[in-house]
């Protein structure tokens, strides 16, 4: 199936700095769904992208669609401690439907 | 509200053993999955049932087998478990929109089940 690239693997910030995650596909995307998982806890849902070149904002994150639809980002501004974390990407495999399949993630430490 | 609710939280299996993790969910969901997560590696579908009655392999299905018991369970089952099943196991439901092809719901966690096989 379709796979996505999630860069970085690991994020390093300082709170109150900004950062960016990614996440890459060769192949176009019907659409892109975003989760954050707690240290210890599960994955929730965050938000879905379906549009070319969507934005959505929640708080301080703001999530991007490509215009390709072959990637999304996450950017999360003024970080947090509460940001602490790992950011899956996620899409729908085109070969069967309803089966969402999950990027590596992307974990978020943040330094005081 | 209980959402998706898996047992055991633990477990502790040796080389062989045999085991079952259950999962209900009250959201009356057609949908329910389960990924298994490994360091590095995200989250990887086992089984997936796309409704009641229904079940498919996912990316991952050997040495494993699935039951939709009814619209609410979905247990996984380790007939004959090995230290590479030893991972956290998330069980999860959604609710598929058949009549919008762009638009996929989104999953509902469970707390996980955490197996070590020795």
């Known amino acids: 199936g379709q796979q996505v690239m999630q860069i970085p693997q690991y994020q390093h910030v300082q709170e109150g700095e900004d950062f960016t995650t990614y996440c890459n596909s060769s192949?176009?995307?019907?659409?892109i769904q975003w989760y954050k998982q707690r240290p210890g806890g599960h994955p929730v849902f965050l938000i879905q992208l379906v549009k070319s070149g969507e934005v959505k904002k929640q708080k301080r994150l703001t999530f991007q669609f490509g215009e390709a639809k072959k990637n999304s980002s996450l950017h999360i501004t003024a970080t947090q401690t509460t940001d602490v974390g790992t950011y899956f990407c996620?899409?729908?495999?085109?070969?069967?439907?309803?089966?969402?399949?999950f990027g590596a993630g992307t974990q978020v430490v943040v330094t005081p | 509200n209980a959402g998706v609710t898996q047992t055991p939280k633990f477990q502790v299996l040796k080389t062989g053993q045999s085991m079952t993790l259950q999962c209900a969910q009250d959201m009356n969901h057609n949908s329910m999955y389960w990924y298994r997560q490994d360091p590095g590696m995200g989250l990887r579908l086992i089984y997936y049932?796309?409704?009641?009655?229904?079940?498919d392999k996912g990316e991952v299905p050997n040495g494993y087998n699935v039951s939709r018991l009814n619209k609410r369970e979905f247990s996984l089952r380790l007939e004959s478990a090995a230290p590479s099943q030893t991972s956290v196991y998330f069980c999860a439901s959604s609710e598929i929109d058949f009549l919008d092809s762009s638009y996929n719901s989104p999953l509902h966690f469970g707390n996980g089940t955490r197996l070590t096989v020795t």
């Open positions: 192949t176009t995307l019907s659409n």
């Open positions: 996620a899409h729908a495999s085109t070969d069967s439907w309803g089966k969402l399949q």
């Open positions: 049932s796309a409704s009641e009655g229904t079940t």
